[in-house]
């Protein structure tokens, strides 16, 4: 059964340093997605991906943040100057339409120190 | 603007006890999609059912069921006869339909963290 992967699993930072998460989407979706979880906390939507742009951005998603889907397969996320509040689970996901369910990865853990 | 609120935190039951979830949701549009997903001790999260406002039909699959009532914007899930396995956190979600190609966020309720006890 198909399924959205991220790499790293967990990614450990010093603080003002950039990351970059990666994730692979199920192949024939088309609507991309990033959220995170702060531990224990609810899970927060940050970036809508659609077309090869960005079709909706939460206030979370400030200018440290970009997304990339640089070829076919691959869907980043890149904080540029890493800040102690941004160790969280990082989530990618996808779907195939819109408004159709969405399909998370794993996760991956940032602890920004 | 959208809400989901989740009202219980934490439920604890013994297993073969039934466990009803539940969510209330707040929205302006009148056609949007409400899901639950479980988020298992591992961390990932597994989706489960997705409805749209249109549909209001109850829905049972295995030891899962849905009540989804419109009139009071709330969509409440059961387990039944519930099992170690089933120990996860449950959260609701809404997401609101758009007529352009952006794709829908999903606004996640506080979650419900389930522990089924042997």
């Known amino acids: ?14 603080m ?13 979706h088309l609507y991309f997605y990033w959220y995170r979880q ?8 940050l970036v809508s991906f659609y077309n090869n742009e ?21 869907f980043t996320l890149k904080i ?34 | 603007a959208q809400k989901v609120t989740q009202a219980q935190t934490e439920i604890s039951v013994v ?9 209330v949701y707040e929205t302006r549009d ?12 591992s961390g990932e999260l597994v989706f489960l059912i997705r409805r749209n406002s249109f549909d209001e039909q109850n829905e049972i699959s295995g030891r899962y069921s849905w009540n989804f009532q419109k009139s009071t914007s709330s969509f409440n899930f059961t387990i039944t006869a519930s099992q170690v396995v089933d120990s996860a956190v449950y959260f609701c979600a809404l997401s609101e339909a758009r007529g352009s190609a952006a794709g829908n966020k999903l606004t996640f309720g506080g979650g419900t963290r389930v522990l089924v006890k042997p």
């Not at chain 1, 540029?80 to 941004?86: A, G, M, P």
């Not at chain 1, 996808?94 to 120190?113: H, N």
């Open chain 1, 1 to 14: 059964e198909p399924e959205v992967t991220q790499t790293p699993s967990h990614q450990v930072t010093q």
């Open chain 1, 16 to 28: 003002g340093q950039e990351v970059i998460l990666r994730c692979v989407p199920i192949s024939n």
């Open chain 1, 38 to 45: 702060i531990l224990g906390q609810k899970v927060e939507f």
């Open chain 1, 54 to 74: 960005i079709s909706e951005k939460s206030e979370i998603f400030d200018d440290q943040f970009s997304v990339e889907r640089p070829d076919g397969s691959n």
């Open chain 1, 80 to 113: 540029r100057s890493t800040k102690l509040e941004d160790s969280a689970m990082y989530f990618c996901a996808s779907s195939e339409r819109l408004s159709g369910e969405q399909y998370f990865g794993p996760g991956t853990r940032l602890t920004v120190t």
């Open chain 2, 15 to 23: 297993e073969k006890e039934d466990v009803t979830l539940d969510c």
């Open chain 2, 30 to 41: 009148t056609t949007y999609y409400l899901f639950w997903y479980k988020q298992p001790p």
